[in-house]
């Protein structure tokens, strides 16, 4: 690893000037969890961190409204985790975020930096983006709304200016709708994911208004699967066909990249599997506590 | 090394058989053992190598400048460096074949090219990355089968180390990548393969894995006062004293290697690694230079071969085997490191723990173009017993026998011959697999699953010899207040040897093992042994410590005599102060072992003594196939073997159940995966050994009641026999649960459900 500097603002303004560089190279950090693999690793060199620690606690804070949960792009994984709101209204975070690596790092990442480095195996893009979150932008003199499926382009790449910073993560309050991810890992039980899938699914008694499904890991950034999604929408939840056909066509419009973890064809079959499975689960899970 | 706090047991009774606390829990729990990463010597440097990025090429030049213009690089160093302090510098337990950086040529993408120093290990990272190296790319190989007879040659020139008298007829042999060819043929098996009512043939493959120690390699070589002292996390102290002094052309004397704990070994850190790297640039700059390696660099260092098995068997009407052929190439990579033994001392047990009267068995050493192979715990016993016992159960099934029935038939009884004609003793096959067997309630019924989870279960067992002849040294020291030091190499790599030690010790000197300290390895205090490797250490070592033990407890009574006292009731400290008048003195014993051993023939591999005693391990698994995605989850595992005598039981339990879960890693999640002889995955994200989610739930583990007769207290090794079934039980438990047979390792989910797909004449069609 080559020496850099290292600047511990105190405010988000002040952060947000030090950021206000063409300098490719300074970068901000959070919880460095992934920053420092990728400095040890000699894939990042960056000259100047800006470490976002210090700066007003108000940014890692988690509030509710009537209609969303907010949450400070600092909290911590293992603080969202752990949140009363979040468990209560969006129990499905809180049981994504027990899977995610462990609690060594849960306890130092954050929520913005998660989102901001974009791998595409991470497991919370995927059910922020079925839950239809959104991440408040800031630059220096500026705020922009985004909706999370439209913040992550590519791998490891983001819709993201240079000097622009993730604040706040929005996530509307799920009321009807409920939810599951289900994390599929090939070799060990804390390798990456070869596969991530999310749902969520809104219902008006016994029929399905709307499902939202997201899948990741398997591709260069999360995706929604509309064929998928389509089958569903006003199908009957008592229709155990209808959860096979989801499967199906999500199998059918996925277009899985090979790797060590699998090849395209077996994540194919991953997929129709897992998507009718984590159907099930949400299905199963209404009304089920974290 | 010793927590000065252990309390001593107030009736200490025996201390063979007794369950002792680890001498070294509160050190390593505290964070206060010692490890040489830890260690920092005034004015060291720091060296990082540069490593070739292509698997095969003529080194054309070597552009250090940039490297060497870096501000705060000391020095850079090249095989030119190297060669005006040592004109021929290569090593090897077998061959001397690996030069300390690379000499005109590379072959292996990771192969040392060049070693950069700096006070500043990021400085020397740094630097290590502008060497350029001018490459003419040469024609490489890297399948074990084709190097048999590829046009491309690793060496040119075969150069065997001369201190293994079976090498002895490749010296100068030219353009071959066969490095040993081990036969051994005993009966007629072609006459026998004609008569047999059926006959099996079947080709096993076996991935590259590699060990992993927690604590990669790391050395330190510091050259004060016209000697030179390694600090090393080495498993053979002994032979990095010998072989450094061999390359430098110095008596022994002045080398000086020490070792502290070992943050695992597994056989990774036998031999030499870093030690003639470090040795050479700490001489050439006279300062002291530490090499630590990365997580990352281990999977350039050593690695377990991967290997193509086929075996064919002759079985009678009644379910005996007549006769079997191995045919067993080993994947050397491109150094031999101790390949050409693993092809040998194990390639004779190909045929399995059974009574076959007709053999015949040809085991390659093979060089290619990827990272050395070595030892690692099994010695190519796990792949061996991953051919046999996966074919035990597909020759069972095809003639309709129960598969234990069908060992039961087969195996080797007590005093009947092995394949070299070495007639088995002490070896507890038979109990081994009943116990087993009863652990699984074989008999019962069983819950085959049901919908898309299905069960099954499968078995496995397997043996070993151990390496032979090996000699163990080893000293007891009695001071004046009673209290004993322990001298011996033996290296502790979290095995617990030193506990294991001391018990024997204290046995025989009859005091609690609490009240011996063990002296680490330090080849200017300690006496030889050959290594710690293949579980010889509770035997060889163990019979050299009671020996040095005895000695002592002879001495002590002799003095007793000499001073006319009661020797059974005198205290220790009283017959001191006697003889010298106050608290002085010492008392020595020493000890020695090697076994007997009767070399095998080199035409027929026939020996009458070929090993001082087996190790047999069995392991049983119990199943659930996920047939929708072919996840198989292992429920339950029991591992039974005989390890002689249990010095420590609790030791040996872990000792079993710890080989096992890494066999588990290498059979379901373990592989090195290669672009072009480039490793592509060097690193614990993506590179998966098992975590604690990934454990059965229930682990079971038994050393039968056995004893060892020529074995110290009864005893002999442990370390690797519990990861002679786990691959094949599995392989087995998935045909039972599922109807597929998986013979390539690792068995991944997805080569579980292609088999299922293509059972179902549905295969899965890649894209």
Known sequence: MRPFELLEPSSLREALGLLDTADETVRPAGGGTALMLMMKAGVLEPSRLISLRRIEPAWAEISQSADAVEIGALATLSAIEHSGIVRSELPVIARTLRTLANVRVRNVATLGGNLAHADPHMDLPPVLIALGASVIIASRGAERELPVAELISGYYETTLASGELIVRVRVPKQFARFSAYRKITTRSADDWPALGVAVALDREGPVLREARIAVSAAFDRPLRLAAAEAVLRGASIDDEAVLIHAGDAAADEARPIADERGSAAYKRELIRVHVRRALRDALDAQGGTP | ?767
Not at chain 2, 373 to 387: N, S, Y
Not at chain 2, 463 to 484: E, H, L, M, R
Not at chain 2, 730 to 750: H, M, Q, W
């Open chain 2, 1 to 767: 090394m010793n927590d000065p706090r252990a309390k001593e047991p107030r009736n200490h009774g025996p201390q063979v058989g007794r369950s002792v606390p680890r001498k070294e829990t509160h050190a390593k729990l505290t964070g206060t053992a010692a490890y040489v990463h830890h260690l920092v010597l005034p004015g060291m440097l720091h060296g990082k190598v540069a490593r070739s990025r292509v698997a095969h090429a003529r080194i054309r030049g070597i552009d250090t400048r940039a490297a060497s213009a870096l501000e705060g690089v000391y020095r850079v160093l090249t095989a030119a460096d190297v060669g005006k302090l040592i004109p021929d510098p290569h090593y090897g337990p077998a061959f001397h074949d690996q030069p300390i950086l690379a000499i005109d040529k590379v072959r292996f993408a990771g192969e040392p090219v060049a070693l950069v120093l700096a006070y500043d290990p990021h400085v020397a990272q740094a630097a290590a990355a502008l060497i350029e190296v001018d490459y003419e790319p040469l024609p490489a190989v890297y399948d074990e089968v084709e190097a048999m007879t590829s046009k491309a040659v690793v060496h040119e020139v075969l150069k065997p180390a001369g201190t293994f008298p079976d090498l002895k007829h490749l010296a100068g042999k030219r353009d071959t990548n066969i490095a040993l060819d081990y036969h051994l043929e005993r009966g007629d098996p072609a006459k026998a393969f004609a008569q047999a009512a059926h006959v099996f043939e079947h080709t096993f493959k076996t991935q590259q894995v590699l060990h992993l120690p927690l604590e990669p390699f790391v050395s330190l070589a510091d050259p004060a006062d016209e000697r030179l002292t390694i600090h090393t996390a080495s498993q053979s102290p002994s032979f990095v004293r010998i072989e450094i002094a061999r390359l430098l052309g110095w008596p022994e004397n002045r080398v000086r290697v020490q070792v502290p704990f070992l943050g695992g070994g597994f056989g990774a850190k036998l031999y030499i690694k870093l030690e003639a790297l470090v040795a050479a640039a700490a001489l050439i700059v006279r300062r002291p230079v530490k090499i630590a390696l990365t997580m990352e660099e281990q999977f350039y260092t050593i690695t377990k071969h991967a290997a193509t098995l086929r075996i064919k068997s002759g079985v009678d009407s009644a379910g005996r085997i007549v006769a079997r052929e191995c045919e067993v190439w080993w994947n050397g990579g491109a150094y031999a490191d101790i390949g050409p033994r693993v092809t040998q001392k194990s390639g004779f047990t190909a045929p399995g723990p059974y009574d076959i009267d007709n053999v015949s068995i040809a085991s390659y050493a093979l060089y290619t173009n990827l990272p050395p192979a070595g030892a690692l715990r099994g010695f190519g016993i796990p792949q061996l017993v991953w051919a046999y016992e996966s074919q035990a159960d597909m020759i069972a099934r095809a003639i309709g026998m129960d598969p234990l029935e069908f060992r039961r038939k087969n195996i080797l009884r007590e005093g009947r011959p092995q394949a070299t004609g070495t007639p088995m003793r002490d070896a507890a096959i038979g109990q081994v697999l009943e116990r087993l067997a009863q652990r699984m309630q074989w008999q019962a019924p069983f819950d085959r699953g049901s919908g898309t989870v299905r069960r099954g279960r499968g078995m496995a067992i397997g043996f070993k010899a151990s390496i032979s002849p090996t000699t163990s040294v080893a000293i007891v020291n009695v001071s004046a207040d009673g209290s004993c030091h322990l001298l011996c190499s033996t290296v502790d790599m979290g095995q617990a040897s030193d506990t294991a030690m001391a018990q024997i010790a204290a046995e025989v000197l009859g005091m609690p093992a609490e009240r011996i300290a063990v002296v680490h390895p330090d080849t200017d205090v300690t006496p030889y042994d050959m290594a710690t490797l293949g579980s010889r250490s509770t035997y060889h070592m163990g019979h050299a410590v009671k020996r040095a033990a005895e000695d002592a407890r002879d001495k002590l009574l002799a003095l007793a005599g000499e001073l006319g006292v009661p020797p059974e009731t005198t205290p220790i400290p009283d017959l001191f102060k006697k003889k010298y008048g106050m608290q002085a003195g010492n008392v020595i014993g020493m000890g020695s072992f090697v076994p007997a051993y009767a070399p095998t023939d080199h035409a027929t591999g026939q020996s009458s003594n070929v090993t001082p005693y087996w190790m047999i391990g069995a392991t049983g698994v119990e199943i659930e196939v996920d047939t929708e995605t072919g996840v198989v989850t292992v429920t339950r595992m029991i591992n039974v073997a005989d390890a002689g005598k249990a010095i420590n039981p609790a030791v040996v339990d872990t000792q079993l159940s710890g080989a096992a879960i890494m066999q588990l890693g290498f059979t379901l999640t373990e592989q090195m995966h290669f672009s072009e002889g480039q490793v592509t995955n060097p690193s614990l994200a993506d590179y998966k050994i098992p975590g604690m989610l990934d454990l059965p739930a229930v682990i079971e583990n038994e050393a039968v009641e056995a004893n060892e007769q020529a074995g110290p207290f009864g005893a002999k090794g442990v370390g690797e026999s519990g990861t002679f079934g786990v691959s094949p039980a599995i392989a087995n438990a998935i045909e039972d649960a599922v109807g597929v047979r998986l013979t390539s390792l690792p068995i991944t989910a997805e080569a579980v459900y292609r088999a299922l797909r293509k059972a179902a004449g549905r295969p899965l069609d890649d894209e």
